[in-house]
């Protein structure tokens, strides 16, 4: 198994402004990955997040909206900037070690009002 | 590309009532299935996983079997609780590409006492 440690569970947010999410987790990994879960949706994958390099995005996100850190193979940001309602959602880190060794977070609740 | 779809909630069921779900699959290549599970203002959790064909993965009184031939892995349980009201999630996890995971819709399942 792995442990997640993502931080903060919820906030609410002003329009405009930007939020950080943390994803720690217990033992060293190569890819993380960041999705979002709109309400009442599904859990759209928004990058891969990979140690050393830029992460890589997924068909409508761009990295100036999510910018991501990686700073080591335990720890990754995910940044969502300039806020707006619509991006009200659930926001997972997650990581694989393997095709069948899937761990998700608890998420981070998001609000913008 | 890759995909997964399955059958559309809500599904509303009597307690001891007959589940089955419905989810099929698009991939390239030999993919491991998934069932998720997240009830009411949690976070998702893992219910059960196949990783080839014909395996069949159980959990909790639920069940899937990998389809190859008709690329499906559909849930079933045979006798379902209130405690089962949840949102179920079928998904893949790719061999290439990091191991990223696609997620189906959703289903939306509420079971009456």
């Known amino acids: 198994s792995a442990v997640i440690s993502q931080k903060p569970s919820r906030d609410i947010c002003q329009r405009g402004t930007s939020l950080t999410i943390q994803c720690q987790v217990d033992s060293q990994v190569t890819m993380m990955f960041w999705y979002r879960q709109q309400p009442g949706q599904s859990l759209t994958l928004i990058a891969t997040a990979n140690q050393g390099s830029e992460a890589t995005y997924e068909s409508g996100f761009v990295i100036d909206k999510f910018p991501i850190s990686r700073p080591n193979l335990t720890f990754s940001t995910l940044t969502v900037s300039n806020m707006s309602p619509e991006d009200s959602s659930i926001y997972l880190c997650?990581?694989?070690?393997?095709?069948?060794?899937?761990?998700f977070g608890q998420g981070t609740r998001l609000t913008v009002v | 590309g890759d995909s997964v779809t399955q059958m559309e909630g809500p599904v509303t069921l009597s307690e001891e009532a007959f589940l089955t779900i419905n989810c099929t699959y698009t991939?390239?290549?030999?993919?491991?299935l998934f069932w998720y599970v997240q009830y009411p203002g949690e976070g998702l959790q893992l219910l059960l996983k196949?990783?080839?064909?014909?395996d069949k993965g159980s959990n909790k009184g639920f069940e899937a079997t990998y389809r190859k031939e008709t690329t499906s892995f559909h849930l079933e349980k045979g006798s379902v609780q209130v405690s089962d009201s949840a949102v179920y999630f079928c998904a893949l996890t790719l061999n290439t590409g990091g191991f990223k995971t696609i997620f189906g819709a959703g289903t939306r399942l509420f079971v009456k006492a």
């Open positions: 196949a990783t080839k064909a014909d």
């Open positions: 991939a390239t290549g030999y993919p491991s």
């Open positions: 997650s990581l694989a070690r393997g095709p069948s060794e899937a761990f």
